[in-house]
Structures are given as structure tokens and as C-alpha cells.
């Protein structure tokens, strides 16, 4: 089976901080992808890669940065961290085409 | 890409056919319809996917009319374990990995 692996669960942090939230995949896919997911904002595209070093912008990168310097790794940075991004992050992975993907079960991070 | 338009809830008893209809009458002729969907506090899940002819897998069957403007997803036998947020997405199977855009779903609950 597809594995996609998010390294935390649950995250709390202090505003200001710098945050690293790692995700890996076991299935050699090209493509990664961040989201966030927020009551009644649904899943929203943070940014997503498309190969190793290669990154575009989703819908909401503000306050965002990424890093993908392995094909099976994808990290998202919190440069420093806000209330406002406290919420749900999803990562996911696919092959060729991106239309099946495949979801990691989510980190939830609380920034206080 | 195609926009999809989905009932925001529906009900289901347990044991009977779950049939969840989107629309998305504005589908191009390469563009595809998948369903995923997402069961709470977890990440979403890939169901199923199709062109234009009905196609069934173990999860659930795809129905697409045969215009392709509408597709109604079935779940034979619905368990409670079937309570999620379902997905449907139209977009090419080659296409850029940023067509993978969620809308806000349909929030199935399966009664017992």
C-alpha cells in the first residue's frame, strides 16, 4: 500500500517560531502537495512540487515556504508562526497526472 | 477546469445504497471525474475515477451520464463506517498537479 507519512500528529508552538512539518512517501511519486483544511474553508492548496526542487504556488502560500530537496520528502516551513495558521495541515502525494493521490492523516497544529 | 457542484449534506440508512450525485456540466471532453473522500480527523481518500463509461471497484461504483455533465457515485450497502465528507473533482488525468482542487463536498451521514 501507498504510504504517505507526516511526521507529527499534534503540534503546538509558540507564535514566532519556526516550524517544520515533514512529509515522506514510499511510492516514488513526482508530485507532492500541502493543504490546509479549516471548518467551513474545506482543503485549501498551500503549494505543491511537481519534481525534486521544483515548487509552485497553491492558493494560499502567504506565510508558507516549502523545501523538496528528495524526491520522497516534502517539507513545510512556517517561517514564523501565527494564530492564524493554526489548523489542520494534510500532505499528499501522487504519480504522473496527480488525479489519484494519496493523503497523509494530517497534523494539527495549534500556535498559541 | 470543470467546476463541480455537490448537495451539501445528504442521509443514508444503514444497509441501503448511498447515491451521491455531482454536477459538472461544464466537463471538457479530457477531463475526468474522481471521487475521494475524507472520514473525520483523517486524511482524504482516493474512491474511484472514470471518462465516460461507468466503472465499479470494491469501494463504490461511478456513474456518468451520458452527456458527462453529471455523475452520481453509489455505495452499494452503506455502514456507518461510510459517514465522511465526499469529493467529487473533474480534471484531466495529465494535467498539472495543481488541478487537484477540493471544493467543500458532501457531508454524508449513514444512519443506523
Known amino acids: 500500500d501507498v504510504k504517505v507519512t507526516q511526521s507529527s500528529r499534534y503540534l503546538v508552538k509558540r507564535t514566532g517560531e519556526k516550524v517544520f512539518l515533514e512529509c515522506v512517501q514510499d511510492m516514488d511519486h513526482e508530485n507532492m502537495f500541502w493543504y490546509r483544511q479549516d471548518p467551513g474553508l474545506g482543503l485549501r492548496l498551500i503549494y505543491f512540487?511537481?519534481?525534486?526542487?521544483?515548487?509552485e504556488k497553491g492558493d494560499i502560500p502567504e506565510g508558507y515556504s516549502v523545501s523538496r530537496e528528495k524526491k520522497e520528502r516534502f517539507s513545510l516551513i512556517l517561517e514564523s508562526a501565527s494564530t492564524n495558521q493554526t489548523s489542520m495541515y494534510l500532505c499528499?502525494?501522487?504519480?504522473?497526472?496527480?488525479?489519484?493521490?494519496?493523503f497523509g492523516q494530517g497534523t494539527r497544529l495549534t500556535v498559541v | 477546469d470543470a467546476k463541480t457542484t455537490q448537495p451539501p449534506s445528504m442521509d443514508c440508512a444503514e444497509g441501503r445504497a448511498a447515491n451521491l450525485p455531482c454536477n459538472h456540466s461544464?466537463?471538457?471532453?479530457?477531463?475526468?471525474v474522481y471521487w475521494y473522500r475524507q472520514i473525520h480527523s483523517q486524511g482524504p481518500q482516493y474512491i474511484i475515477h472514470g471518462l465516460k463509461n461507468n466503472e465499479t471497484n470494491e469501494m463504490a461504483s461511478l456513474i456518468i451520464t451520458e452527456d458527462r455533465k453529471s455523475s452520481t457515485l453509489i455505495l452499494p450497502h452503506a455502514t456507518l463506517r461510510d459517514t465522511a465528507v465526499y469529493y467529487c473533482i473533474v480534471r484531466t488525468r495529465t494535467g498539472s498537479a495543481r488541478q487537484l482542487t477540493f471544493g467543500s463536498g458532501t457531508q454524508l451521514t449513514v444512519l443506523p
Open positions: 512540487s511537481y519534481d525534486v526542487k521544483m515548487k
Open positions: 461544464t466537463i471538457s471532453g479530457n477531463e475526468y
Open positions: 499528499a502525494s501522487s504519480g504522473q497526472g496527480a488525479g489519484k493521490a494519496f
